[in-house]
């Protein structure tokens, strides 16, 4: 079982900036994928950015240019630096991880654990 646990989430104005954390210990595997997730309330749950352990990385569109997912291996923690930040950031943004194999996806089905959330709000 693994066990991830966000940090970092905050109330900041539009153009502001926050890096949320995630410790996890499936960063010392050999094999791993790890995303972060945002959910609005009364949304479907959004795939943000994903990094695997080659260190490639992805983002969704909204994200892309603002946003910055890391992975530190001897810390075993993820981060996600995300500037520039809009109103429509608003969000419990959830680190998650998969570690049957490296392959990243954007689906969340396709993560094995997740964290418990940290809540994000940018006021305009």
């Known amino acids: 079982q693994e066990r991830l646990v966000e940090s970092g989430g905050d109330s900041v104005l539009a153009g502001g900036s926050l890096r949320l954390s995630c410790a996890a210990s499936?960063?010392?595997?050999?094999?791993?994928?790890m995303g972060w997730f945002r959910q609005a309330p009364g949304e479907e749950r959004e795939w943000v950015a994903y990094i695997d352990d080659s260190g490639t990385t992805r983002y969704t569109a909204s994200v892309q240019g603002r946003f910055t997912i890391s992975a530190d291996r001897v810390k075993a923690s993820l981060h996600l630096q995300m500037n520039s930040l809009k109103p429509e950031d608003t969000a419990i943004y959830y680190c998650?991880?998969?570690?049957?194999?490296?392959?990243?996806?954007?689906?969340?089905?396709?993560?094995?654990?997740w964290g418990q959330g940290t809540q994000v709000t940018v006021a305009s």
């Open positions: 998650a991880s998969r570690i049957i194999d490296n392959f990243c996806y954007t689906e969340a089905r396709r993560y094995d654990y």
């Open positions: 499936v960063l010392t595997r050999r094999y791993w994928c």
